[in-house]
């Protein structure tokens, strides 16, 4: 089974609009991160947040990490168009990068 | 600086063929990780080399190898394929670890019939 699990599957949002995708894990880790992708960019680097860390801020992102709940949280604000892409959160552990099936976020104009 | 380039970008093979794929990382970056992705099984892990040693592996039959040169390139190569080895294989690099920002190249489109 998938160490990262993201939900919802699928989420779909009108411009401007905030956007919160979740991730659950089953095992300890040192880090997390999220990455984004879609057709013209590919797979991308948004945010990671160590384990010590509860919450970090980038541009429009917010990630949340809650250890104790073994799960985390991306929020996307105000977004835009531009923003429709599958999300994905990453967990180190066993000495691999585990990737859960991702969030297909999509934004309307 | 010129990002994680793979070739070829797309490729057809036919079952029982093996397959070699190529990865240039970023310039200075010393580790280079290989995924696979599918619609069923999501984006896995294949494994991680780091100054051309094998430095972590994922849960693939033995029939997936890699190796890295001293130059950090990296190949990766399928044996005896499957129906089921048909994904977008994707490569990344990054400073020291995958377990910090990793960049990812476009991926290389494997079709087995």
């Known amino acids: 089974s998938q160490q990262g699990e993201e939900d919802p599957q699928a989420l779909s949002i009108q411009e401007g609009e905030n956007a919160t995708m979740n991730c659950s894990y089953k095992t300890s880790i040192n880090n997390l991160q999220w990455y984004r992708q879609n057709s013209g960019r590919g797979l991308v680097h948004l945010i990671l947040?160590?384990?010590?860390?509860r919450e970090k801020h980038s541009g429009r992102l917010r990630v949340t990490l809650d250890t104790s709940k073994k799960s985390s949280s991306l929020l996307i604000t105000a977004s835009r168009a531009a923003d429709t892409a599958s999300y994905f959160c990453a967990t180190d552990a066993r000495s691999t990068l585990t990737f859960g099936k991702g969030t297909m976020l999509l934004v309307s104009p | 600086k010129a990002g994680v380039t793979q070739t070829p970008r797309y490729l057809i093979k036919t079952r029982g063929q093996q397959v070699t794929l190529s990865c240039s990382p970023i310039?200075?970056?010393?580790?280079v990780s290989w995924y696979q992705q599918t619609p069923g099984q999501g984006l896995q892990f294949l494994f991680e080399y780091f100054s051309e040693t094998q430095r972590n592996k994922g849960n693939f039959p033995g029939r997936f190898s890699g190796r890295q040169f001293s130059n950090s390139r990296s190949e990766m190569n399928v044996s005896t394929l499957e129906l089921g080895d048909s994904a977008l294989y994707l490569c990344a690099s990054s400073l020291e670890t995958l377990y910090n920002e990793q960049f990812f190249g476009p991926g290389t489109r494997l079709t087995v019939l």
């Open positions: 947040i160590r384990s010590n860390e």
């Open positions: 310039s200075g970056h010393r580790s």
